[in-house]
């Protein structure tokens, strides 16, 4: 059975950085797009950056600048990375690797995420 796990969170202070990384394991298909949400106290879930299967990356208006996603295929498992800098106290909140998508005849569509991993915490102290 396929599980997506997360890593690399913890507290940082503003202007700070952290690396997330997403190992994938254990599905026999792999959807064509990976990503990174985020949910604080209070709020809805927020789509923080996706990546397909060609490397064509996509961010929320909130991050664009500071955080890169990028990937790793490798035969025994990918590797999804969120490189996030300039942290604000805004970024704190659980970040979620996601697994989905749909590719066809009009392209890759990074939309209806099918799995999702446990969460990693980020806490960005001002």
């Known amino acids: 059975q396929g599980q997506l796990v997360e890593s690399g969170g913890g507290s940082v202070q503003s202007g700070g950085s952290l690396r997330l990384s997403c190992e994938a394991s254990g599905y026999a298909i792999r959807l064509p797009c990976m990503g990174w949400f985020r949910q604080a106290p209070g709020k809805e879930r927020e789509e923080v950056a996706t990546?397909?299967?060609?490397?064509?990356?996509?961010?929320g208006d909130s991050v664009k600048g500071r955080f890169t996603i990028s990937q790793d295929n490798r035969v025994n498992g990918d590797m999804l990375y969120l490189q996030m800098n300039n942290l604000t106290s805004d970024d704190s909140g659980t970040y979620y690797c996601?697994?989905?998508?749909?590719?066809?005849?009009?392209?890759?569509?990074?939309?209806?995420?099918?799995?999702w991993g446990q969460g990693t915490q980020v806490t960005v102290s001002s």
């Open positions: 996601a697994q989905g998508g749909t590719a066809g005849r009009g392209g890759i569509y990074c939309e209806n995420w099918d799995h």
């Open positions: 990546i397909d299967y060609h490397d064509y990356t996509n961010y």
